[in-house]
């Protein structure tokens, strides 16, 4: 099994979560938080979480631009 730096784990987690639209701050903090989970052998809430989080950012993102795009729709009037 491959063996990561914290530090190397943590830049690899920030980047996939800013990367699926996680702010800076976000994503350095839930960052954090998995790699110490990792690190003290809760690998339940470590880093196999990550494309679990990834994935629920790129729905809220998709889900945040349809509704940007249906407020911003002309309703026409019958």
């Known amino acids: 099994m491959a063996q990561l730096a914290l530090q190397e784990a943590d830049a690899l987690v920030q980047a996939a979560l800013k990367k699926s639209g996680a702010s800076d701050a976000m994503a350095k903090s ?6 110490l989970a990792e690190a003290q052998g809760i690998a339940s809430h470590g880093l196999s979480r990550v494309p679990q989080y990834a994935t629920h ?8 631009k349809r509704c940007r795009k249906w407020r911003n729709a002309k309703v026409q009037r019958w």
Do not use: F
């Open 57 to 64: 950012l790129k729905m809220a993102v998709r889900k945040a």
């Open 30 to 35: 839930v960052a954090r938080s998995l790699v």
